[in-house]
């Protein structure tokens, strides 16, 4: 069974910070985590999901401008983890945090979303 688990996400006041952590588990994927990309989305009420930072299997980060400066994106392989560290965070920042695992015509497994609250 393909699974992806997030966690860290809470409540936390303008300008703070979180570290969201998403684990694979199941033996087949878990195997190969290290040949995915894996990709953090967010999904804000009444918004259409985007996609805000991803890294290659060869650990190349990429960032949404929005998140650019904040955001960390950053996995460990051995751990079959990826994490986002956020810092500086913002009121529009406040959504669901989904967390992907992708390679082309192999894989698009999602976790269940974590909800990440910006709010005094």
């Known amino acids: 069974q393909v699974q992806l688990v997030e966690s860290g996400g809470g409540l936390v006041q303008p300008g703070g910070s979180l570290r969201l952590s998403c684990t694979a588990s199941?033996?087949?994927?878990?195997?190969?985590?290290?040949?995915?990309?894996m990709n953090w989305y967010r999904q804000a009420p009444g918004k259409e999901r985007e996609l805000v930072a991803t890294?290659?299997?060869?650990?190349?980060?990429n960032y949404i401008d929005s998140v650019k400066g904040r955001f960390t994106i950053s996995r460990d392989d051995g751990k079959k983890t990826v994490y986002l560290q956020m810092n500086s965070l913002k009121p529009d920042d406040t959504a669901v945090y989904f967390c992907?695992?992708?390679?082309?015509?192999?894989?698009?497994?999602w976790g269940q979303g974590t909800q990440v609250t910006v709010s005094s």
């Open positions: 992907n695992a992708y390679q082309v015509s192999v894989a698009d497994y």
């Open positions: 890294i290659s299997r060869f650990g190349t980060p």
């Open positions: 199941g033996s087949f994927f878990s195997a190969r985590f290290s040949s995915y990309q």
